[in-house]
Nanobody, 124 residues
Framework: QVQVVESGGGLVQPGGSLRLSCVAS????????VGWYREAPGKQRELVAA???????NYVDSVKGRFTISRDNAKNTVYLQMNSLKPEDTGVYYC??????????????????WGQGTQVTVSS
């Protein structure tokens, strides 16, 4: 089992960019898929992007073309590059990891624990 710590959030104007980092520890990170999840105000937490152990990626439609997920296994880190940010991207962003496929990452009930998350606010 891995433990994760999210960072990189902040306040940004519409159209701006942020890069979030998810650092993992505690197990063999290379065999894990990792997902970035967003909990917007008043909404349920949702998966916005995921990356498999082999580098395959998946995105929710609302962020396609704007967000890029990537991983650096040497640093046990997964990044979420967020460009052209919109006010509707506001929320707390969490990451989670599992030795499973990207499909597994879409079901939030598979995860019993979550990190603190990092707040992203897009506002002028």
């Amino acid at each position: 089992q891995v433990q994760v710590v999210e960072s990189g959030g902040g306040l940004v104007q519409p159209g701006g960019s942020l890069r979030l980092s998810c650092v993992a520890s505690g197990s063999i990170f290379t065999v894990y898929s990792v997902g970035w999840y967003r909990e917007a105000p008043g909404k349920q937490r949702e998966l916005v992007a995921a990356i498999s152990m082999g580098g395959g990626t998946n995105y929710v439609d609302s962020v396609k073309g704007r967000f890029t997920i990537s991983r650096d296994n040497a640093k046990n880190t997964v990044y979420l590059q967020m460009n052209s940010l919109k006010p509707e991207d506001t929320g707390v962003y969490y990451c989670n990891a599992a030795p499973a496929t990207i499909v597994y990452m879409t079901n939030l009930r598979n995860f019993r624990s979550w990190g603190q998350g990092t707040q992203v606010t897009v506002s002028s």
